[in-house]
C-alpha cells in the first residue's frame, strides 16, 4: 500500500496555543499510522488558504488543527482550487461549532487518529456570494464578536465566556437590521436582531439547533431570523425557544430551510463567515453547494 501524504496546517496561536504545543505529537501519531506528514504554520489570516492554493494538490490528505477560522481558510482553498482531497480536522480553537456538528475529539490525540482512519463522508458547503462557508454564516448581535475579540482574550477566558463578555459591549448600541430575504418563493422582511443560515447544530457554542433539524449532507442550509423582543415576555419566550432547541413555532424567530437565499439589506450588513469578516450590500446570494467537503469523520458518522 502506498504512504500516504499528509498535508498539516497548523494555526500555532488557536486555543490557548494549543496547536504550537502539540504539533510534534500530531505529526508522530499521523507518521505512526503509515503516513507521510508535511508541516505548514500560520503566521495570519489567509495564510491557510494560500498554502492549499499552492500546494494542496500535491497531498492526498489536507488536515488543519486550530480554530472555526482556520478549518474556514482551508475550506476556501479547497474549493477555490477545485481539489477533492479529503479534509481531516483537529479542533484546538475555543468554539468549535463545526467539530461539535460533526462528532469530533477535542481529544488531539483521538482527533488524529480520525484522521488517520480516513473515513469519508461528503458534507455540504456554503457560499456566499464568492466566499465559502462550512457551517454558518450570520448577521447581527454577537456577530461582530467572532472576528473582533483578540485572540489572546479567547485565549485567556475560553470561547463562549470571551465572546459572551466582549459581546455585551455590543448590547448598549444594539441595534436591529432591516433585512428582506426570498427563498422557496416566500418573502421574509423585518427588522431583526440576528440572522443565521447554516448547516450546523451549534453556533457560538451557546445556540443550538435541534439535531433533527439539521443534515449536513441534504443539499439545504438552514435559516433562523430572530426579532427583536419589544417587552421581557418576548424575550422570555425567544430565550426559552432557543435554550430547549424549540425554534420552528415560535412568532417572534423565523426558520426556514433552501438550497438558495437571496437577502436584500436595506444598508451595508456586516456578516460573519465561520467567525470570518463578510458584507453585504445590495442584493446577495448564499447558496448550499451539495456535498462538496469530503470529511474525514468518525467511524460512525
Not at 8 to 23: D, F, M, T, Y
Not at 133 to 142: E, P, Q, T
Not at 189 to 209: M, P, Q, W
Amino acid at each position: 500500500m502506498s504512504i500516504k501524504k499528509i498535508m498539516l496546517i497548523i494555526n500555532p496561536c488557536a486555543g490557548r496555543r494549543s496547536g504550537k504545543r502539540n504539533a510534534d505529537k500530531v505529526i508522530s501519531l499521523l507518521t505512526k499510522s503509515g503516513a507521510e506528514c508535511v508541516l505548514y504554520l500560520t503566521e495570519g489570516r489567509g495564510d491557510a488558504t494560500q498554502f492549499v492554493l499552492q500546494d494542496g494538490g500535491k497531498y492526498d490528505i489536507i488536515a488543519c488543527m486550530g480554530g472555526d477560522g482556520t478549518l474556514n481558510e482551508v475550506i476556501n482553498g479547497i474549493l477555490k482550487a477545485h481539489l477533492s482531497v479529503p479534509l481531516g480536522y483537529i479542533p484546538a480553537g475555543s468554539t468549535n461549532d463545526f467539530a461539535r456538528s460533526m462528532h469530533l475529539s477535542k481529544n488531539i490525540g483521538k482527533a488524529a487518529k480520525i484522521i488517520a482512519g480516513g473515513n469519508v463522508r461528503e458534507i455540504d458547503a456554503g457560499l456566499f456570494n464568492d466566499r465559502y462557508f462550512g457551517y454558518v454564516s450570520s448577521f447581527g448581535l454577537f456577530t461582530r464578536t467572532s472576528y473582533s475579540t483578540p485572540q489572546n482574550v479567547k485565549n485567556v477566558l475560553g470561547g463562549k465566556i470571551s465572546y459572551l463578555l466582549h459581546g455585551v459591549t455590543e448590547l448598549g448600541r444594539v441595534k436591529t437590521e432591516h433585512m428582506r430575504v426570498e427563498t422557496n418563493g416566500r418573502v421574509y422582511e423585518g427588522d431583526y436582531l440576528f440572522g443565521a443560515v447554516t448547516n450546523s447544530t451549534s453556533l457560538g457554542g451557546v445556540l443550538k439547533y435541534d439535531p433533527a433539524l439539521v443534515d449536513m449532507s441534504d443539499g439545504q442550509l438552514e435559516m433562523m431570523l430572530i426579532r427583536k423582543p419589544k417587552n421581557p415576555a418576548q424575550l422570555f419566550s425567544i430565550l426559552k425557544s432557543l435554550l430547549t432547541k424549540k425554534i420552528t413555532h415560535n412568532p417572534y424567530i423565523e426558520f426556514d430551510r433552501s438550497d438558495k437565499f437571496t437577502i436584500y439589506p436595506d444598508a451595508r450588513s456586516d456578516w460573519s463567515l465561520d467567525g470570518e469578516f463578510a458584507y453585504a450590500t445590495g442584493s446577495s446570494e448564499i447558496k448550499c453547494l451539495k456535498n462538496k467537503i469530503r470529511f474525514i469523520c468518525p467511524p460512525s458518522e
